[in-house]
């Protein structure tokens, strides 16, 4: 099992950059896949970017590409989103979860409480 705590969340203008970052719990981290999701009010949640337990493989979210980069540093049990060039649209709740498994169709057990990113017009 594994916990996760997102930070880095807060308010940027449109144009600007964030850095989340997503701390994991447990000696297990390295062999978890990890994801990042995000819920904007009134919608559903929907998949931003995933990296699999090596870092070796990576994909996004048509809507992020270009613009975001998801890296793990399995020393720190850490996974980071790098949010470059936001917009207003980007403005929801970011959260980071876990999965054994690594692909378009992996179920993630285990979720953070989520990180507020607001960007302003």
């Known amino acids: 099992q594994v916990q996760l705590v997102e930070s880095g969340g807060g308010l940027v203008q449109a144009g600007g950059s964030l850095r989340l970052s997503c701390a994991a719990s447990g000696r297990t981290f390295r062999t978890y896949a990890m994801g990042w999701f995000r819920q904007a009010p009134g919608k559903e949640r929907e998949f931003v970017a995933a990296i699999s337990w090596s870092g070796g493989s990576r994909n996004y979210a048509d809507s992020v590409k270009g613009r975001f980069t998801i890296s793990r540093d399995n020393a720190k049990n850490t996974v980071y989103l790098q949010m470059n060039s936001l917009k207003p649209e980007d403005t929801a709740v970011y959260y980071c979860?876990?999965?054994?498994?690594?692909?378009?169709?992996?179920?993630?057990?285990?979720w953070g409480q989520g990180t507020q990113v607001t960007v302003s017009s």
């Open positions: 979860a876990a999965s054994n498994d690594y692909g378009p169709t992996a179920a993630y057990d285990f």
